[in-house]
């Protein structure tokens, strides 16, 4: 398992975030949830300590811990005070190592995943995302997280305990802290901590992409959702920096493309942005709108045009616009270089993605050297491809 | 006007609050909402410069700003990096002196804060909220924000900018600045940039507290969700302090009371929470529920119980709980003093509130001073007083 350690200056935080390999992707057919059940059942007891005394311990240091699925990885994070790290290790291997995982503690987790899939009712716009998202890429990593009722129902406490067992493993985990940390300190430390420690989980195998184009749900909501997703570069490609800096004329800072023109100028929308993910082996471009049943039409067709003319000639990124995206990402690296938290979760990230983690001055530089032309060069020969777009609302749109 | 600025070390970047005595409170009758318009219009244009114009002079030098309206003031917020400080002070002073406050912009403006009150439909939780405080506090403290259709049409440009011409004055305003900043030179900066400017604003005047009790409304959402709110002692006053780690043994970290009673050991719901706000002359504690409907009347039962409990004998706090509460509230300090943001508006907030600004290491000594017998003899005598307690979803509840 790589361990990267990154000494900040001026802070007296320290923040952990360790990868393992046990997302939402890894739930095996018939058991969908089984990850969204770990990620509460880590907090809820391990070590031979109950629920209450785990909390406890970590309060009892002013420290805080927490555990969420993503699509590939378990992520569990602590963010704590630098001189305390060394009494914190032992209570996280814990958490991953020796979960309690009992009954009890099963069903009440059981109940919180039910709750959390009824209450989507009343979040359309987190629906309208994943519903984007199931249909545009290809299984498993289309899927929600949450689980399914039927997958949730059929997890028993073996299931679940066999199911960490055999992907909490240190081939495929990653491990990062950042802040007030002493590196040789916590190393020595962690190799103790994970003496025994041994093994590979198996990786999920992809599946064709999903159907994309469009759908539409019904949804007697008073607002309108708008999904767009399309391809993008993986992070570790070079024209990942190019799309980056593209996204951000359409969406950055406060004078964005989409901001000044769905939403200031014409003022039809409440919400409207844009964003890039690069992963491993796939990127996405992800737009969205919220606006009113009146507005809907009038809004989708503007961002599209919008999305449209980056990549046209008329369209192309002036270089005021240029100057500007340069200067917010360079500025966004500066501010996020002062949250232990923020550079914890990217060190974990870059390792994931790219196999190695970026200096926040390696990735200054990498803005840095990308000049006016290549970057319209690139949205020039830019195509969307084939693209997903989800509306959630009273009526549907035409595309 | 009070002007506070707080070198941090070991950061560049640069954070500034702004308030300026035009909260909702000032609203006239009849136009209520005129605060919400000139939060909005503040972002569009000042200075001669278009909206598009300003909005890229602050992404120009990497910075932000924000305005958003409280009860009592308009917050300006700043973020930037400490050595384009003297470059976004004049561009601030604009948005507050010279807004140009357009008719076009005013009816974009409009069309949103109409579509922010529609909004509301799909979010219950703000709705619970905000019946809740409207029924609890006195008027005109007790509104939401939002503004009422009516009176934001009836909202025309000379009622906004003399509202606005009538408000943002120095006497009542507070200017705080924190983070890698030089205090002499941004001192001198803004006499010259705020010469000529004078006047106070007329304050709100402040009714009887409202009806209070138990309400409910129905709405067809899949989840239900329960608000209480009762008062509280004052940010200045001796207590508040002993209420912040009360509320912290309820509900702070990740062994607080009614994490473990209502969601940890029965799953009865997704979320609990309580929290406490001491303001300049009145205080709250709240606490929130969000659960299933056949679940909601014994959340609501064992909430109730869970707050009556800690105020009697067998209740009382123990030393375990009141070291883990003090150890959470020291280690946020230290946490919140690594963010420039979080310094600065914590600082206009404590001038607001209190006169003047506390140092990280003054309130850690006021946390550090209390006693558990001092703690336990608070809570032994607190009683919670008329409270109010707002429930929405498909049915109402025993109180």
Redesign the interface.
Same mark, same amino acid.
């Given at each position: 398992m790589p361990l990267v350690i990154e000494r900040m +200056?001026?802070?007296?935080?320290a923040a952990l975030t360790w990868l393992l390999p046990s997302g939402c992707a890894t739930d095996p057919a018939g058991i969908e949830g089984v990850s969204t059940l770990i990620q509460e059942l880590l907090?809820?007891g391990c070590g031979g300590r109950s %629920?209450?005394d785990d909390?406890?311990a970590?309060?009892? !240091? *002013?420290?805080?811990?927490s555990a969420s699925v993503g699509t590939y990885a378990m992520v569990v994070g602590a963010?704590?005070?630098g001189r305390n790290v060394e009494k914190t290790l032992p209570l996280l291997v814990d958490m991953v190592r020796t979960p309690t995982m009992d009954e009890e503690s099963l +069903?009440? @987790?059981k109940?919180?995943a039910m709750?959390?899939i009824?209450?989507l009712?009343?979040d359309?716009q987190e629906r309208a995302m994943l519903a984007a998202r199931a249909r545009h890429q290809p299984s498993p990593i289309n899927r929600s997280g949450l689980g399914t009722k039927e997958g949730l129902e059929a997890c028993t406490r073996e299931v679940v305990m066999g199911h960490w067992q055999a992907h909490a493993l240190p081939k495929g985990s990653i491990l990062a802290l950042a802040g007030d940390v002493d590196g040789s300190a916590i190393e020595s430390q962690m190799n103790a901590l994970l003496a025994g420690w041994v093994g590979s989980a198996p990786t999920p195998k992809i599946g064709p992409v999903g159907p994309r184009g469009y759908a539409h749900e019904n949804d007697? @909501?008073?607002?309108v959702q708008i999904m767009w997703i399309a391809d993008a570069p993986t992070e570790a490609s070079p024209d990942s920096i190019l799309e980056k800096l593209l996204i951000s004329v359409l969406s950055?800072?406060?004078?964005g493309r989409l901001?000044?023109e769905v939403? +200031?100028?014409?003022?039809l929308?409440?919400a409207v942005s844009a964003g890039y993910r690069g992963d491993k082996d796939w990127g996405t471009m992800t737009a969205y709108v919220?606006?009113?049943p009146q507005r809907a039409q009038e809004s989708l067709d503007v961002l599209q045009a919008e999305i449209d003319r980056i990549t046209s000639p008329a369209g192309a990124v002036t270089a005021?616009e240029f100057?500007?995206a340069k !200067? *917010?990402m360079?500025?966004s690296l !500066?501010?996020s270089? +002062? %949250? @232990?938290g923020a550079r914890a979760s990217t060190i974990a990230a870059d390792i994931r993605r790219l196999g190695r983690p970026r200096s926040l001055d390696e990735m200054a530089a990498e803005v840095e050297a990308v000049t006016l032309e290549q970057l319209n060069a690139y949205a020039q020969q830019r195509r969307w491809g084939s693209v997903t777009i989800q509306t959630m609302g009273q009526q549907g749109l035409k595309v």
């Amino acid at each position: 398992m790589p361990l990267v350690i990154e000494r900040m +200056e001026g802070v007296r935080s320290a923040a952990l975030t360790w990868l393992l390999p046990s997302g939402c992707a890894t739930d095996p057919a018939g058991i969908e949830g089984v990850s969204t059940l770990i990620q509460e059942l880590l907090l809820r007891g391990c070590g031979g300590r109950s %629920s209450r005394d785990d909390a406890d311990a970590f309060d009892q !240091i *002013g420290g805080s811990r927490s555990a969420s699925v993503g699509t590939y990885a378990m992520v569990v994070g602590a963010s704590m005070l630098g001189r305390n790290v060394e009494k914190t290790l032992p209570l996280l291997v814990d958490m991953v190592r020796t979960p309690t995982m009992d009954e009890e503690s099963l +069903e009440a @987790s059981k109940d919180l995943a039910m709750q959390a899939i009824d209450s989507l009712k009343d979040d359309p716009q987190e629906r309208a995302m994943l519903a984007a998202r199931a249909r545009h890429q290809p299984s498993p990593i289309n899927r929600s997280g949450l689980g399914t009722k039927e997958g949730l129902e059929a997890c028993t406490r073996e299931v679940v305990m066999g199911h960490w067992q055999a992907h909490a493993l240190p081939k495929g985990s990653i491990l990062a802290l950042a802040g007030d940390v002493d590196g040789s300190a916590i190393e020595s430390q962690m190799n103790a901590l994970l003496a025994g420690w041994v093994g590979s989980a198996p990786t999920p195998k992809i599946g064709p992409v999903g159907p994309r184009g469009y759908a539409h749900e019904n949804d007697p @909501s008073a607002q309108v959702q708008i999904m767009w997703i399309a391809d993008a570069p993986t992070e570790a490609s070079p024209d990942s920096i190019l799309e980056k800096l593209l996204i951000s004329v359409l969406s950055g800072g406060m004078s964005g493309r989409l901001f000044s023109e769905v939403r +200031e100028k014409r003022g039809l929308c409440y919400a409207v942005s844009a964003g890039y993910r690069g992963d491993k082996d796939w990127g996405t471009m992800t737009a969205y709108v919220g606006t009113t049943p009146q507005r809907a039409q009038e809004s989708l067709d503007v961002l599209q045009a919008e999305i449209d003319r980056i990549t046209s000639p008329a369209g192309a990124v002036t270089a005021q616009e240029f100057q500007r995206a340069k !200067i *917010g990402m360079k500025s966004s690296l !500066i501010f996020s270089g +002062e %949250s @232990s938290g923020a550079r914890a979760s990217t060190i974990a990230a870059d390792i994931r993605r790219l196999g190695r983690p970026r200096s926040l001055d390696e990735m200054a530089a990498e803005v840095e050297a990308v000049t006016l032309e290549q970057l319209n060069a690139y949205a020039q020969q830019r195509r969307w491809g084939s693209v997903t777009i989800q509306t959630m609302g009273q009526q549907g749109l035409k595309v």
